[in-house]
T-cell receptor
């Protein structure tokens, strides 16, 4: 599995935007970029995914660098409920599982 | 909203005992996954089912772990005998399929196992 590198932790003030970076310099052309998050005492939940173009959904936006060697998950207005561990995952087309890594622990400050 | 159900939520056992965890995936989801998550780490896949068939169990310690999904719906993960190093969160997930470019996985709340 191609690996990703994320900061261990980040902090954000409530109602401010948050940019969570992910480096994936060994990404292949068929790897999708997935983001999941895990709230305290819960299982992970899907956030967003993309291949080459930037993506938006109701939870977040995903900005993918032109060379695809990095991406950024954007939370437009952080809330206390967004405090979680965020995992950036590369998933090869047709691959059968997700390799989670250790993720970024986001702390939201009231 | 449909959810993945798991039971029990918490299990405390002594080493060398047998334990079993149950998972009921979202209705209609053909693919079921069991993950193990050690404290401070991300989940790691143990076994994946497509309907009742095992697709990937390469990371399952087969000397003590077993998993089944007899009717292609709910699933049981068993550990016998349990060891101290098995203390972890055991997560079940399901997806509509895995053979596509998009297969969002839905996770259950997990079973927290403590082996004494």
């Amino acid at each position: 599995d191609a690996k990703t590198t994320q900061p261990n932790s980040m902090e954000s003030n409530e109602e401010e935007p948050v940019h969570l970076p992910c480096n994936h310099s060994t990404i292949s052309g068929t790897d999708y970029i997935h983001w999941y998050r895990q709230l305290p005492s819960q299982g992970p939940e899907y956030v967003i995914h993309g291949l080459t173009s930037n993506v938006n959904n109701r939870m977040a936006s995903l900005a993918i660098a032109e060379d695809r060697k990095s991406s950024t998950l954007i939370l437009h207005r952080a809330t206390l409920r967004d405090a979680a561990v965020y995992y950036c995952i590369l998933r090869e087309t047709g691959a059968n599982n997700l390799f989670f890594g250790t993720g970024t622990r986001l702390t939201v400050i009231p | 909203e449909a959810e993945v159900a798991q039971s029990p939520r918490y299990k405390i056992t002594e080493k060398s005992q047998a334990v079993a965890f149950w998972c009921d995936p979202i209705s209609g989801h053909a693919t079921l996954y069991w993950y193990r998550q050690i404290l401070g780490q991300g989940p790691e896949l143990l076994v994946q089912f497509q309907d009742e068939s095992v697709v990937d169990d390469s990371q399952l310690p087969k000397d003590r772990f077993s998993a089944e999904r007899l009717k292609g719906v709910d699933s049981t993960l068993k550990i016998q005998p349990a060891e101290l190093g098995d203390s972890a969160m055991y997560l079940c997930a399901s997806s509509f399929t895995w053979e596509s470019d998009y297969n969002e996985q839905f996770f259950g709340p997990g079973t927290r196992l403590t082996v004494l």
